[in-house]
């Protein structure tokens, strides 16, 4: 026996690795409850601090972190359709594995991914929200179609804080 345990591993030709962080975690098989999956930018001026303090705000233990360039943009104008569906496909898979029924969906003012410049406050604001309007609805055809119910939620963060944009009922 020990030598046919040898041998699988001499086969799958295990390459060496250095330890650069130790520790010792706990063995947890089982996949946690999230109580949100959040689509938002990855840019560090609000993932470093901004999105944690809301995550506590929250209470959420186990937000999952889906942080991407443009955040929302994937779904609401991603650089071709193949890019919208797999983050579609990804959401749903972690809205299932988690056992989640909440999608938060961000994006920010002077978001490098859009590179667009305003006139106006207000005409980068409407912009925004009319990304946020889009991407909320691709998702939403896109879980209906799933048979997958979960409550989407829109988020803006600007200079002033993050805000929940009220979009239309559905
Ligand atoms: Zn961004």
């Known amino acids: 026996m020990e030598d046919v345990k040898k041998m ?14 130790k520790f010792r975690s ?17 840019d560090c001026r609000w993932c ?9 705000q929250e209470g959420y ?16 104008s991603p650089q071709n359709e193949g ?3 797999s983050t579609l496909a990804d959401i ?8 989640c029924r909440r999608v938060n969906l961000g994006v920010h003012v002077n978001c490098g991914k859009y590179g667009k410049r305003f006139e106006t406050p207000d005409e980068e604001i409407y912009f925004f929200q ?14 209906r179609g799933k048979n997958c119910e979960a409550q989407i939620h829109m988020y803006l963060l600007d200079w002033e804080g993050m805000h929940e944009v009220k979009g239309p009922a559905l």
Not at 32 to 42: I, T
């Open 8 to 21: 699988t591993r001499a086969n799958l030709e295990i390459l060496s690795m250095v330890t650069v962080l």
């Open 26 to 42: 706990p063995v947890k098989t089982d996949h946690y409850k999230s109580e949100s999956c959040n689509v938002f930018c990855l």
């Open 48 to 56: 470093n601090e901004h999105y944690e303090e809301f995550y506590r």
């Open 61 to 76: 233990h186990n937000p999952d972190r889906n942080y991407f360039a443009g955040g929302a943009k994937k779904l609401a």
């Open 83 to 85: 890019e919208r569906e």
């Open 92 to 99: 749903l898979d972690l809205l299932k594995l988690h056992d």
């Open 130 to 143: 009319q990304e946020l309007l889009k991407a909320r609805q691709a998702l939403l055809d896109y879980l």
